[in-house]
């Protein structure tokens, strides 16, 4: 079984910025297509950043020029760079792992809240 810890978040003032980490065990990391999302109170889960296997990415619009999705094939991790960090950012944010859409994983989240 494939587990996914997300870390990074915390409280941060708007404009400013913070770096997620997700780290896996288990699996073969390499073939995973990797994605982020993010969830606030009483909302639905949202994509937010995807990565593929081979490294292409895409983004969702609200977080396009912001945010930057990488991954690190040997150290097991997936990132998410978030500058410009706005309140309607403030969400719990999931890392995703799937391969080829027959083996999904989810994280249990880091709290972001960007507020002054």
């Known amino acids: 079984q494939v587990q996914l810890v997300e870390s990074g978040g915390g409280l941060v003032q708007p404009g400013g910025s913070l770096r997620l980490s997700c780290v896996a065990s288990g699996g073969i990391f390499s073939t995973y297509a990797l994605r982020w999302y993010r969830q606030a109170p009483g909302k639905q889960r949202d994509f937010i950043a995807g990565?593929?296997?081979?490294?292409?990415?895409n983004y969702a619009d609200s977080v396009k020029g912001r945010f930057t999705i990488s991954r690190d094939n040997a150290e097991k991790s997936l990132y998410l760079q978030m500058n410009s960090l706005q309140p309607e950012d403030t969400a719990v944010y999931y890392c995703?792992?799937?391969?080829?859409?027959?083996?999904?994983?989810w994280g249990k989240g880091t709290l972001v809240t960007v507020s002054s």
């Open positions: 995703n792992a799937n391969y080829r859409w027959v083996l999904e994983y």
């Open positions: 990565i593929s296997t081979d490294g292409r990415t």
